[in-house]
T-cell receptor, first 117, second 115 residues
Framework: GAGVSQSPRYKVAKRGQDVALRCDPISGHVSLFWYQQALGQGPEFLTYFQNEAQLDKSGLPSDRFFAERPEGSVSTLKIQRTQQEDSAVYLC???????????????FGPGTRLTVL | AQKITQTQPGMFVQEKEAVTLDCTYDTSDQSYGLFWYKQPSSGEMIFLIYQGSYDEQNATEGRYSLNFQKARKSANLVISASQLGDSAMYFCAMGTGRGSYIPTFGRGTSLIVHP
């Protein structure tokens, strides 16, 4: 596809369940980012991959959050033992070049809206 | 630490008028980039415009221009000739060298364009 895709678009989980959110970046994009966007807020950075290497995971809120990008393309964000405060929209973005370059435009996917009951 | 402030939670503008969305930032880095994104109700963040801290001229992209005032640390977005399709959330973001230019976002401004 031409853009970044994410699945599922909506996910409802019971508290304590594990969830997995998928991101398909634009083909050939080196960088991949995950963000968490709470209602009424701007996106908050979670983690960054350059190809398959996770170079920055400083934004992950707890050790229940885990992300991977094993082959340098598709990425999965996994949340274990979900809590109500995990309810948010999870956005994925990709960019052509590595991070560290000014103006390296990020292309965002439509997001996954996670609701934890 | 870097910080982005958007003080206007909501703005209204009449179709075909121009509107300015405010953004101020705070950073001690000399090298940084400022971004504006649009987020319609579909949820996707759409990149609009970019300004580098060393760029001497204000960035422009079609109907979008960035009014960059470095001394005041402001990076306001100007949308000329508003269209109904411009109704959306608008986010200002900044990336600095310390964060490897990963954007930090403001809280956003909701823009409603009415006929």
């Amino acid at each position: 596809g031409a853009g970044v895709s994410q699945s599922p678009r909506y996910k409802v989980a019971k508290r304590g369940q594990d969830v997995a959110l998928r991101c398909d970046p634009i083909s050939g994009h080196v960088s991949l980012f995950w963000y968490q966007q709470a209602l009424g807020q701007g996106p908050e950075f979670l983690t960054y991959f350059q190809n398959e290497a996770q170079l920055d995971k400083s934004g992950l809120p707890s050790d229940r959050f885990f992300a991977e990008r094993p082959e340098g393309s598709v990425s999965t964000l996994k949340i274990q033992r979900t809590q109500q405060e995990d309810s948010a929209v999870y956005l994925c973005a990709s960019s052509l070049g590595p991070v560290g370059t000014l103006g390296n435009e990020q292309f965002f996917g439509p997001g996954t809206r996670l609701t934890v009951l | 630490a870097q910080k982005i402030t958007q003080t206007q939670p909501g703005m209204f503008v009449q179709e075909k008028e121009a509107v300015t969305l405010d953004c101020t930032y705070d950073t001690s880095d000399q090298s940084y980039g400022l971004f504006w994104y649009k987020q319609p109700s579909s949820g996707e963040m759409i990149f609009l415009i970019y300004q580098g801290s060393y760029d001497e001229q204000n960035a422009t992209e079609g109907r979008y221009s960035l009014n960059f005032q470095k001394a005041r640390k402001s990076a306001n977005l100007v949308i000329s000739a508003s269209q109904l399709g411009d109704s959306a959330m608008y986010f200002c973001a900044m990336g600095t060298g310390r964060g490897s230019y990963i954007p930090t976002f403001g809280r956003g401004t909701s823009l409603i364009v009415h006929p």
